[in-house]
């Protein structure tokens, strides 16, 4: 078959489909691993955003992503030793669906030009599970699925799109913005949130003075995404942001039994009659 016959093939193969959200799994390490090398466990998202897999770029924290999803292959890292697995290492924190076939999803190939040989094409350097170019005694092939096929490293979707959002706080008038995949609802945006404010959960969230739905994106609750009118017109988005605020609920306030509402009585009274003149 010619060079172009096995293109044409290639393009001719459908590409299996990709792994489910409900399929995301926490990584799971090898016994073998020493767990000085195990980083700290963490909550899974549905989404994540191009800065979220940016943060984890070494070789004990490397996350990366391709055809929109998002994988940890941290426990690969923590089982391979050796050159094979710089290559993955340095792409840690960033998008490898340039690594990749669209078709077959399957990683990219050429014609070497020495040998005449169809291989798999590592500009970056060869990387764990891709064979050698010939017989090599210390080649382990005794994995069963290739790191890129196995849906172990898998920890949820990479975003399709992210828009910025600022949270003012009505109580302590501190402001803070986000950038937020589009697909997240109000409460996975809380979720985040909650690193800036661990009692985000104790405040009613409002957009112009109406009750934001939780279960809802922010497109849903009527908060459009302007930015790209904003680029179009010129101007700049993040002069724009909507801004969301937060009403602190007075939890000790419903919590109030009848006799204490009793005691509080005259107090109260007083407390009208004076504004009352």
């Not at 096995?6 to 792994?19: D, L, Y």
Request: glycine share 6%; with cysteine.
């Amino acid at each position: 078959m010619t060079v172009s016959g096995t293109a044409a093939a290639k393009a001719a193969v459908k590409a299996p489909p990709g792994p489910k959200p409900s399929e995301a799994r926490a990584p799971a390490f090898a016994e073998s691993v020493f767990k000085g090398n195990v980083p700290k466990e963490y909550t899974l998202q549905r989404c994540y955003t191009p800065a979220d897999v940016a943060k984890h770029s070494s070789s004990h924290d490397c996350w990366v992503s391709y055809f929109g999803n998002v994988y940890d292959l941290t426990p690969l890292l923590a089982e391979y030793d050796g050159p094979l697995a710089q290559p993955i290492i340095d792409a840690g924190g960033t998008d490898i669906t340039h690594w990749f076939d669209e078709n077959t999803r399957q990683p990219r190939t050429h014609v070497d030009p020495l040998t005449g040989l169809e291989e798999i094409y590592c500009p970056w350097g060869r990387y764990i599970h891709v064979p050698p170019q010939g017989p090599e005694s210390n080649w382990a092939s005794n994995f069963v699925t290739p790191w890129w096929d196995d849906r172990r490293y898998f920890i949820g979707s990479f975003a399709k799109r992210t828009r910025k959002v600022t949270m003012l706080n009505l109580l302590t008038k501190q402001k803070d913005t986000l950038e937020v995949p589009v697909e997240e609802t109000i409460e996975e945006i809380r979720a985040r949130y909650l690193q800036l404010n661990a009692h985000a959960e104790s405040y009613t969230w409002k957009r112009l003075g109406v009750i934001l739905d939780m279960r809802k994106t922010l497109e849903e609750n009527g908060v459009k995404d302007e930015t790209e009118e904003f680029e179009k017109l010129g101007i700049d988005p993040d002069d724009h942001i909507p801004v969301i605020h937060l009403y602190f609920n007075d939890d000790l306030t419903e919590e109030l039994c009848d006799s204490d509402w009793e005691r509080l009585r005259p107090v109260l009274d007083v407390r009208i009659d004076v504004w009352a003149t």
